[in-house]
Structure formats: structure tokens, C-alpha cells
């Protein structure tokens, strides 16, 4: 596509629940980025993908998040039995090795 | 530890003012900086700076790199009321590993 897609754009969730959010990259990048961003703060680093090598999992927070990347295009963030500290934007990047990161509109979630 | 600050981190100014926001590094294998502009949630682009002293240009944005300093600045001037948003420097330290972002600075420009 002509750019990085996410979805949903905004998430309300219930303490507890699971939630999935999508990412679609740009076509052909072969890096792909999770961040979130709480309320004022700076952007997190949560997971990275590339290619076909192990991800880089050394920003997921705890357990309950994982992420996968299908045939090296989309990806999915999971977070498991939500907590209300899970609130934030969670952003999705894709660039080409050693290139310009591109960013996607963002997933607001908000844990209630 | 790689570490990128960003100084001030908030700054308010009025429209027409020049503002200088700064970025300084410390990381391993320094290979190039980045500055994004983030209004609502997404950062957008604006310069990738890999070589000491050379200014990149767009529009009434700048931005240099000093590599033996460690640090960079963006330069705005004229500000206009779409200046704000946050600015965010991110520095890539190694081959095809992941770039680390500084806090932001937040830039608020008054009409």
C-alpha cells in the first residue's frame, strides 16, 4: 500500500480482556516496528522484525504481550488480560534495512 | 546504554519566532539521525542526517549533525501555529538495528 496501516484505530477494552492490534507495513519493507506511547511520554520500543531473522523481542514490558509477523508483510500485537497501564498509543513502523522509518496512523487503547 | 536527550523539552514561543530545539547522543556504532514531527499519532519524517556539517533544508526547517560533539539541532524559523507538535530525534546505532528515540521536545507556537 502507499503507506503503513493500523487497525483498529481506537480501542476500548475491559480490564482483563485480550485485544489484537493489526499492522500493515508499507509493501517490500522489510522491517517492521512496534512502539506505544503513553499520555506525555516518549515513544517505547517494544518488538522488531526483519526479514526472516528472530525478532528483536527486548521492549515487550511483561508476558502477556507477544507479536507475530505472517509471511513477512503483516503484523499482529497481542496483549493478554489487559491492564489499565496498557493504555496508550501503540505505533507501527516499517522501513527498508537501514532506511527512513515510516510510521502508521496509530492504535489508541484505552483499558477501562 | 544508548541514550539520545532532547533539550528543551518544552518550549512555547509566538508565530514568527526561530527556535533551535537540540538532540544529543550517546550511542554505539553511530550511523545516522533522524528528526520526526508528530502532531496527533503518527511521527512524520523530516531529515535523516548521516555526515557532520552538512545542512539539510526544507522549507524553514534545517537541521545539522555534529558527530564529534555528539549532538544535533533543527531549526525553525518563522514559526507558524502548524509548528506545533512534538519533535522527536531518534539515532540508529548499529547495522540494521533499532533506532533510539529521544523524549521529544514539545514545541507550542502562540499566534
Known amino acids: 500500500g502507499a503507506g503503513v496501516s493500523q487497525s483498529p484505530s481506537n480501542k476500548v477494552t475491559e480490564k482483563g480482556k485480550d485485544v489484537e492490534l493489526r499492522c500493515d507495513p508499507i509493501?517490500?519493507?522489510?522491517?517492521l516496528y512496534w512502539y506505544r506511547q503513553s499520555l506525555g511520554q516518549g515513544l517505547e520500543f517494544l518488538i522488531y522484525f526483519q526479514g526472516n531473522s528472530a525478532p528483536d523481542k527486548s521492549g515487550l514490558p511483561s508476558d502477556r504481550f507477544s507479536a507475530e509477523r505472517t509471511g513477512g508483510s503483516v503484523s499482529t500485537l497481542t496483549i493478554q488480560r489487559t491492564q489499565q497501564e496498557d493504555s496508550a498509543v501503540y505505533l507501527c513502523?516499517?522501513?527498508?534495512?537501514?532506511?527512513?522509518?515510516?510510521f502508521g496512523p496509530g492504535t489508541r487503547l484505552t483499558v477501562l | 546504554e544508548d541514550k539520545v536527550v532532547q533539550s528543551p523539552l518544552s518550549l512555547v514561543v509566538h508565530e514568527g519566532d526561530t527556535v533551535t530545539l537540540n538532540c544529543s547522543y550517546e550511542?554505539?556504532?553511530?550511523?545516522?539521525l533522524l528528526w520526526y514531527k508528530q502532531e496527533k499519532k503518527a511521527p512524520t519524517f523530516l531529515f535523516m542526517l548521516t555526515s557532520s556539517g552538512i545542512e539539510k533544508k526544507s522549507g524553514r526547517l534545517s537541521s545539522i549533525l555534529d558527530k564529534k560533539e555528539l549532538f544535533s539541532i533543527l531549526n525553525i524559523t518563522a514559526t507558524q501555529t502548524g509548528d506545533s507538535a512534538i519533535y522527536l530525534c531518534?539515532?540508529?546505532?548499529?547495522?540494521?538495528?533499532?533506532?533510539?528515540f529521544g523524549p521529544g521536545t514539545r514545541l507550542s507556537v502562540l499566534p
Open positions: 513502523a516499517s522501513s527498508l534495512v537501514q532506511g527512513i522509518k515510516f
Open positions: 509493501s517490500g519493507h522489510t522491517a
Open positions: 550511542v554505539t556504532n553511530f550511523r545516522s
Open positions: 531518534a539515532v540508529s546505532p548499529h547495522y540494521g538495528q533499532n533506532f533510539v
